[in-house]
């Protein structure tokens, strides 16, 4: 699978000097220590296991699992018997151990520039445990689930490490997600307590975050689920200035005084009045392996998102392993992480795996745009960045504006560049590796998931030759294979099914409160393989290269999004009938929204009804679920059985004449319709 050989063509090695003092030197050791972690995962994690603080030693072997449905329950156990706190190895260790309580843990950017705050890692512990002591005088016990709902903000990790050192299980909602998926979420996760803030800025927009956790609150209510306390943190109002890190004062955007923030007195308190009396000590809980650490949702293809749940031992070493190996972290670096915390991308890359080994990230509110397009690399210069970690949506958007905003700032502290969330396009890692990185930083194109908890197939920047838009290799513990239709393992160049054949152990244990469904989504299809849903190719030297989703998922700018979940959001306004929702590719966002709709008798489509369809869609999923396209449909093309053919919308949203087979089709003059009145220009 790994061959012996990278040809010298078309290929781009990571600089000598990174070779020096890599973790991983070379393709040689990379391909001998990968040959160990699959056939002896025991001693591979057994070594890794050393290096972090345990309870009580774990007492049968290090993985036990069945992927295979014919033979029963799918399960994934690492370290049983073992229990440790997450909370405790990643600030505890680091402040008490290995005396890094003077480190900086997050150079905090606001989104107004000048707006910043440093966190050492004692700063970090100390916020964390008065925190853990708020949720427990709130009554929040081990095992209880917490909702999260914030921006990008200090305050944001604190409150998820807090649920941590207790044993709670946060789930953390985007705080870009509406009302109406807040709302959902909150039911599915039965959660007894909510955190968020009073708003937030991005770039010139001001976000009233309260006002959309209480529409979400009331919605629950309205449907029979109560949730007795709300904390919310004042990151705009006045008191956000007391409480400031730093020295220094915000900047003219914060506090904002005329923010209009509900309050509920029989269920608000307020994060600042809760913390001021909290004490600074908090004993870890001690959790075992397999307990739940947390939930986080991602898109379904039936239109109602997953519960991913991720599990205490596993997902900790795993994201500090791939962390350290894949951005091959070093003591002084500085990392950056462009994700937002509320997707996993955070999760592992900004809180857990960074943190577990005690390095200095940035932690960024605003947008690579504002106020210009020059930010990012102010801010790289700035803090003097070395491992800087986005998605290609950012790369191809700040593509568009040339190479003068980049070349305003030095970027001499750059090191390495990393990609995450889809497949990046040749031409845009060109630009990244030439422009951006002037030639002197790999690139590691990191393929991963919600699911998978970590990077599974990714280069190692020392060691592995890239080619541009290739993931290349599987990370140490992973092992893929490429399906046929018919479930049969493809040797040597292949086209087909992207799926794991053993578990590692930061993969997801089940989805929340389903397990039916979990195996259904990842087992059923191929039974004794995980199936990712991406469709995947391995070329002659090996390389993976992965080709898109294979279900119904859109990938915008790097978010997975259901169409289920949009059609079911249009076909909610009452003048739509029947909606069908496919991707058409976008030069920044990769794939953009078309939609379909057929409209109710008596109806007209015009401005008005398209503007609110947008609206629709928006408030209940949120502004990533925005439509690009809204056609008219009178009528949709279907098969004789009634089936919706996606296939022949795509080609008519990308104006694709040459429509293959069709005879299955019940009105062909369905489609010529269509074909004339197609949109041809966003909204
Ligand atoms: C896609 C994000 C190609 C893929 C971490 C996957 C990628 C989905 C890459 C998961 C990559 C992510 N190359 N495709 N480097 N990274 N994807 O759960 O389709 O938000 O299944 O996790 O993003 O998205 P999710």
Redesign the pocket.
Known sequence: MIPDKVPKEDVFHGSEDLKKTAHIPSFEIYKELYLKSIENPDEFWGDIAKDFFWKTNHTGPFLDYNFDVTKGEIFIKFMEGASTNICYNILDRNVHERKLGEKVAFYWEGNEPGDALTVTYRELLQKVCRFANVLKSQGVKKGDAVSIYMPMVVELVVAMLACVRIGAVHSIVFAGFSAESLCERIMDSQCSLLITADGFYRGDKLINLKLLADEALQKCREKGFSIQRCIMLKHLSKEAEETLLGSQSPPAKRPCSDLQVPWNPEVDLCWHALVRGASDECEPEWCASEDPLFILY?SGSTGKPKG?LHTVSGYMLYTATTFKLVFDYQPDDVYWCTADIG???GH?YITYGPLANGATSVLFEGLPTYPDVSRMWEIVDKYHVSKFYTA?TAIRLLMKYGREPVQKYKRESLKLLG??????NPEAWHWYYSVVGEKRCPIV????????GGHV??PLPAATPMKPGS?TFPFFGVVPAILNESGEELEGPSDGYLVFKQPWPGMMRTVYGNQQRFETIYFKKFPGYYV???GCRRDKDGYYW?T??IDD?L?VS???LSTAEVESALVEHQAVVEAAVVGRPHPVKGESLYCFVTLTDGVTFNRTLEAELRKQVREKIGAIATPDFIQNAPALPKTRSGKIMRRVLRKIACDERDLGDISTLADSSVVEQLFHNRCRMAV
């Open positions: 991602t991913v997707w996993i991308t592992s290609p990609t995450v969330g889809e497949p990046i194109d990191t393929f991963w998931q919600t699911e998978t197939l990714t993931a990712t849903g991406d992965i898109g989703r998922m990938n790097g978010h997975l």
